[in-house]
């Protein structure tokens, strides 16, 4: 591996530690907060699960940071990584519990600012509304977990010594499966923004292989293991002392409150269950694992009266969420300034947005009014924001239709090629298509699009309904996928 990328990669080793340091308190934080399980012992555990779930399961784990900025450059994705990490650490040191995909996200959209790439606020506003549902959902479940194990205990009446070894045995294993959960859910946050910019190897276990992005996730799981021995301990103190006391049954009850509204997130199969019963669904949106566990302490607190929990915690823990994307998009700026100008590294590829002819009859097939840029027909922008505020003086309807027509006219220059990693998504049809359009060149994704859409139904997605989302879905990620492999490379270097 180039000695260059294997620095820059670094810097994802650096979140990944600091994400253990600080999200270990989210599974083991209780049950060591409440004495009930040695730090020594939660550590070991945690750490060796964590890492088994980001290796086996982290590349199934549904994210949208793609859709906030998709980060291609290893430069740039060096600076998102450093400055989400660098926010978390400052979280940790004073003993706060924060979100890594928080980080993350602010990081990403501070990429977004510096590079001038659109940002999707469709799911910039679903993601922050899941900022402050999630606690309070966890709040209600606990509250309800709580009601019916303290009911199931004063009728079953189980002998103190039987209590307190059910309660330590129950920690252990709901410990277990949250770090397995969050090694498998958080690793696309650590590792998400390199997976377009490093390759390694594969790796030989004897009976097992791991792919070369396993093996990408493993080195990240190891990373977050170290963060969990070396650093965690203070924040797992504040989660099971500094914000309330808990009992051993209401440490337990606050992990499993956290894993199912975790599980309401993110389960398609439930969702689709939903819709079927002709219920309400819950979006599929990644959930801050810290907000689900601080939200379940303070239900239960509520619910014995709100006396016991420290108010003056629970601000300063709210103030760190609030604070935590705005200080990683700051630090991301200053760090691709300097990783641009001083490293003299890429941050982010070349884009080119044309007001072509093709685009502007897309534009008007859309419905949107754009009579208006007839004369700027053939004029190009350099940058997603510049064009923005060109087509905002004229006047164009609404922010949807001007996002709409950025969208659209954002060049990407492909020729359809064999589509060699995308091939096992293929349908037998799919794949005749993609044979009798090969050689075929476009400017701009959506041409391909159509050019397949009108080869038949199967490249259509179908009505958006829950029922339909994993299908859709899996069209969705089929053509992103076609996008990158038959997209001709850009040499053009630094972003401006």
């Known amino acids: ?28 934080g209780t049950a060591v907060g409440s004495r009930m399980v040695r730090f020594g012992t939660a550590a070991l555990i945690c750490s060796v699960f964590v890492i088994l779930g980001a290796t086996i399961s982290g590349a199934g784990a549904a994210h949208t940071l ?15 990584a450093l400055s989400a990490a660098a926010a978390v650490m400052m979280m940790t040191h004073y003993g706060l519990p924060v979100s890594t995909g928080q980080a993350i996200i602010g990081a990403i959209i501070g990429w977004n600012l510096f590079s001038g790439t659109q940002i999707d606020t469709s799911v910039l506003s679903k993601i922050l509304m899941t900022w402050v ?17 303290d009911w199931t205990l004063r009728h079953v009446k189980p002998h103190v010594l039987t209590l307190d070894a059910g309660a330590r045995w129950a920690l252990i294993v709901a410990g277990a499966f949250g770090s397995y959960s969050l090694g498998a859910n958080n690793i696309a946050n650590v590792m998400g923004v390199f997976m377009n910019s490093v390759q ?51 440490a337990w009850v606050v992990v499993m409150s956290h894993s199912v509204v975790l599980f309401l997130f993110a389960s398609q199969d439930l969702q689709t269950f939903l819709a079927s019963h002709n219920l309400p669904t819950i979006p599929l949106v ?24 420290n108010w003056r915690m629970a601000g300063r823990i709210t103030g760190g969420w609030v604070l935590t994307p705005f200080i990683a998009a700051a630090v991301c700026l200053a760090c691709l300034l300097v990783v641009q100008n001083v490293m003299r590294l890429p941050v982010h590829e070349v884009q080119r947005y044309e007001l072509s002819e093709e685009v502007l009859l897309e ?21 997603a924001d510049k064009l923005s505020r060109y087509l905002a003086q004229q006047g164009l309807p609404d922010e949807a239709g001007l996002e709409t027509l950025v969208s659209l006219a954002r060049t990407s220059p492909m020729v359809v090629g064999h589509p060699g990693q995308t091939l096992p998504l293929l349908s037998q049809a799919q794949q005749q298509d993609l044979l009798a359009l090969k050689g075929a060149t476009f400017t701009h994704t959506w ?7 009108a080869c038949g139904a199967h490249w259509l997605p179908r009505e958006s309904t829950p029922l339909n989302a994993k299908f859709n879905k ?9 996008y990158a492999e038959f997209k001709i490379p850009n040499n053009g270097g630094e972003g401006i």
């Open 286 to 309: 990644p959930v801050s694992s810290s907000q689900a566990i601080v939200g379940a302490v303070i239900g239960i607190g509520l619910l014995k009266g709100g006396q016991s929990i």
């Open 1 to 28: 591996m180039d000695p260059i990328a294997l620095f820059l990669l670094s810097s994802g080793l650096f979140l990944g530690w600091s994400l253990g340091a600080n999200d270990a308190a989210n599974v083991f």
């Open 474 to 482: 899996h069209i969705e990620l089929v053509f992103s996928k076609l």
């Open 66 to 80: 793609s859709q906030l900025g998709a980060i291609s450059e290893l430069g740039g994705a060096f600076a998102a």
């Open 447 to 453: 041409q391909l699009r159509q050019a397949l859409e």
């Open 363 to 383: 534009a008007r097939r859309q419905g949107l009014q754009v009579g208006a840029l007839q004369a700027a027909e053939g004029r190009t922008f350099e940058r």
């Open 200 to 250: 390694l190897p594969s790796l030989s276990l004897g009976l097992y292989t791991l792919s070369p992005v396993q093996t990408l996730f493993l080195v990240g799981g190891v990373a977050i293991a170290a963060g969990v021995y070396t650093y965690s301990k203070r924040v797992m103190l504040t989660v099971g002392q500094g914000l309330m006391p808990l009992s051993p049954v209401a």
């Open 133 to 149: 549902l999630c606690p309070i959902l966890s709040a209600i479940v606990a509250v309800a977990l709580y009601r019916g194990t």
